[in-house]
């Protein structure tokens, strides 16, 4: 069973830049991590996801130039750098993860739901 615990998460002014990290605990093989968001009322989005094993990556079309995912597997950490902060990107950003064998990143990102989830962090862009 995977551990994630998100941080990094808080109150930005629009155009600026936060960095969400994601520590995780439990990994015995490969796995495949990623950010989520959701806001009220709405479904559950990917943002961007990594793979620990060849570090492909995948980003949401709304994230594509603005957003970088980042992984350290000495501190089984995955970070997300987020740049040029819009009033959308306002939302709770969670971490979610699987252990191989899992989908490919891209499908991981897009629609599926990880077997493991973070508690969430809250992400505010406002004015």
């Known amino acids: 069973q995977l551990q994630l615990v998100e941080s990094g998460g808080g109150l930005v002014l629009p155009g600026g830049s936060l960095t969400l990290s994601c520590t995780a605990s439990?990994?015995?093989?490969?796995?495949?991590i990623g950010w989520f968001r959701q806001t009220p009322g709405e479904n559950r989005e990917g943002v961007s996801c990594?793979?620990?094993?060849?570090?492909?990556?995948y980003y949401a079309d709304s994230v594509k130039g603005r957003f970088t995912i980042s992984r350290d597997n000495a501190k089984n950490t995955v970070y997300l750098q987020m740049n040029s902060l819009k009033f959308t990107d306002t939302a709770v950003y969670y971490c979610?993860?699987?252990?191989?064998?899992?989908?490919?990143?891209?499908?991981?990102?897009?629609?599926?739901?990880?077997?493991?989830w973070g508690q969430g962090t809250q992400v505010t862009v406002s004015s």
């Open positions: 979610g993860a699987d252990l191989a064998p899992h989908p490919l990143t891209r499908d991981f990102c897009s629609g599926y739901v990880p077997q493991s």
């Open positions: 990594i793979s620990s094993r060849d570090g492909s990556t």
């Open positions: 439990g990994f015995t093989r490969d796995y495949v």
